[in-house]
């Protein structure tokens, strides 16, 4: 039994959940749902974005609707034209059951002859941007006049892209009685005028603290010269070999140079900005759905209802001015469920404001170094290796091997794999293996003496390298419960988790040194060893540890089973990676 049966929905939009493959509905979707149906009333719900709000008020609204009716009852207004058609799309998803049911959208770029001749065809439900909606009035193409229901929908986000002024004429052609709900990650001075102004004793529900960062987003700040920005961006982008990110500038000059510096380097970027065409704009979206583009540099305008689920990094190549800017931002990863990580690069002199940030969200921030040069090649060597074990044979090549074999006859195995990875492996470490530090000096903050996040001294820390990755099913949280749960240790004893695709790297205070390495000296999940080594560089690098692991492996597969054979549940916080279909924006592929 689903538990959206529960919440009072009608079997036709049961039906559609059905179709979709809902099972569990979110904490916002649970708290919302119930109370939009059974009573009138107004509503402000405080939730991230990602947490399915379109699904809060769109069933209620679905089944509030009199189909028979061809008089407009409902309205949503969202800041975006993606946003809109996202709406759009899913509130038609909701109502497929509901024969008669004509839900348009309105929205600026388009045309507006067009959707004037839906609309005429009688609309229950318009979905609509404030530009064009109040432009539709003026002309006196769309009547709000008897709308029942009326929905502000990313409402922090209309407010601060300057849509005060169009929300207050808009609503003002409204009755008086109608419904209004209003949802939004945030909850600033403006979006609390909106909510006196024209809504009556709101009922108010928050998912989360208010005001407060995601719990599935890791936040981490990186200290650089402000000339060592860019350098830093790409450093970061080369050690997470999967990232699929969106790097936000503060301006449309930044962010097309950023932008096209990253094309001239070789990765998979675009550039997002209000300089940009509708056309371009939706061929820009268009690849960063489709991951043909992996860093999507944006302006934060631009960037409002970007809502892609798999985003695994926020990059905030510079801070926004506000701080409420920064939770939107980072609610763009860590959505439906997943973990995500937000970087900030910053200069010693911006440390204050992350202190500020902390303060607003309520979490903590990691600080981290950049990456040093040897460490990201070291991180490429092991994609590559592993993109090598898992490229599937083309058998065609069969007829071509015996002249292969020639061309390669007396090189040994060894030699062979040496000059296939050293193909790609040399461009990087040409790059890579003289380029100098690009940490600014001591970037901590004052933190009643202790060091990263509160809870661990920086001296005597100790990095691992760890043979499971993002294809196992890992992230940073799940491997760090996992870790935890197998050593005893408190949730603030590891930190510093990096997930790779096959590998990790994780800390812990040395203390503990001699506890991680009995533990995982015959460690076994699912009948496959889990190798944890120390590292010898403490940035990351692997290290030969107290065995290699190969040879350990050979001497445990000539073991008749003297020593006990530790189990756990092999299981992570994903279902399994996602890897990307485009190619690689960066590093080996």
Same mark, same amino acid.
Request: net charge positive; charged share 30%.
């Given at each position: ?186 909850? !600033? ?40 920005? $860019? ?9 997470? &070999? ?77 801070? &926004?001015?506000?701080? @409420?800017? $920064? ?43 950049? !990456? ?52 790609? #492996? ?30 661990? !001294? ?6 691992? #390298? ?7 099913? $890992? ?6 419960? #996992? ?21 990790? #790297? ?7 040194? !001699?506890?991680?390495? @009995? ?71």
């Amino acid at each position: 039994m689903s538990k959206f049966e529960n919440l009072g929905l009608q079997e036709s939009l049961l039906a559609a959940v059905s179709d979709l493959g809902f099972e569990t509905p979110s904490e916002v979707q649970e708290k919302a749902i119930p109370i939009l149906l059974e009573d009138e009333t107004d509503l402000v719900a405080l939730a991230q974005t990602g947490t399915g709000k379109t699904a809060a008020f769109g069933f209620p609204l679905i089944q509030k609707i009199e189909v028979a009716s061809r008089t407009t009852q409902g309205l949503i207004l969202s800041p975006t034209r993606e946003l809109c058609l996202q709406i759009t799309n899913e509130m038609q998803l909701y109502s497929k059951y509901e024969k008669g049911m004509n839900i348009v959208a309105i929205y600026g770029g388009a045309s507006i002859t067009e959707q004037a001749k839906q609309i005429k065809r009688g609309a229950q439900i318009v979905v609509a941007t404030p530009g064009r909606m109040k432009d539709m009035i003026r002309r006196g193409i769309v009547d709000i006049t008897k709308i029942d229901y009326c929905i502000l929908d990313e409402a922090d986000e209309m407010l601060n892209m300057g849509f005060y002024e169009d929300i207050k004429d808009i609503l003002s052609n409204t009755p008086k009685e109608k419904s209004t709900w209003l949802f939004s990650a945030t909850m !600033p001075k403006e979006v609390a005028t909106i909510a006196k102004k024209f809504m009556h004793s709101p009922q108010e529900i928050t998912v989360g603290a208010k005001n407060s960062g995601a719990s599935t987003v890791q936040h981490e700040y990186y200290v650089v010269s402000g000339r060592d920005r $860019y350098p830093a961006l790409k450093r970061l982008a080369d050690a997470n &070999p999967g990232i699929f990110s969106v790097v936000f500038c503060r301006t449309k000059r930044d962010t097309q140079k950023v932008a096209e510096k990253l094309i001239e380097d070789g990765y998979n970027a675009g550039a997002l900005h209000g300089d940009l065409s509708q056309n371009q704009r939706d061929l820009v979206m268009n690849a960063f759905r489709k991951k043909q583009i992996q860093m999507l540099v944006a302006t934060d305008v631009a960037a409002r209802g970007i809502d892609v689920d798999d985003i695994t990094h926020v990059i905030n190549y510079q801070l &926004p001015d506000e701080i @409420e800017t $920064y939770t939107h931002r980072s609610g763009r990863t860590g959505r439906a469920g997943k973990s995500g990580i937000s970087m900030v690069i910053v200069t010693r002199s911006e440390l204050r404001k992350i202190n500020a940030i902390e303060r607003k969200i309520k979490q903590d921030f990691l600080e981290k170094k950049i !990456p040093s040069g040897i460490e990201i090649c070291e991180i490429q060597l092991y994609h590559l290796a592993n993109n090598i074990k898992d490229t599937k044979v083309n058998e065609e090549i069969d007829g071509y091997l015996p002249a292969i074999n020639d061309v390669l006859n007396g090189i040994d195995r060894d030699e062979l794999i040496k000059k296939i990875v050293s193909v790609e #492996f040399t461009r990087f470490y040409n790059y890579y293996s003289k380029t100098r530090d690009l940490n600014s000096g001591d970037g901590n903050r004052e933190r009643g003496g202790k060091g990263e996040r509160g809870e661990m !001294p920086k001296d005597g820390s100790v990095r691992y #390298f760890i043979n499971v990755g993002e294809r196992d099913g $890992y992230d940073w949280m799940s491997l760090k419960d #996992f870790l935890r749960d197998n050593l005893g240790l408190e949730k603030d004893d590891l930190y510093k988790v990096d997930t790779k695709d096959s590998f990790s #790297f994780f800390n812990t205070d040395a203390q503990f040194t !001699p506890l991680i390495l @009995e533990t995982f000296s015959d460690f076994k999940v699912d009948g496959r060893f889990i190798n944890v080594e120390v590292s010898k560089n403490p940035g990351g690098n692997r290290g030969g540890g107290r065995n290699g692991g190969g040879r350990r492996r050979d001497r445990d597969r000539k073991r008749s089973g003297g020593r006990r054979d530790r189990n756990s549940s092999f299981k992570g916080g994903k279902s399994g990676s996602k890897k990307s279909k485009g190619k690689r924006n960066s590093g080996f592929y």
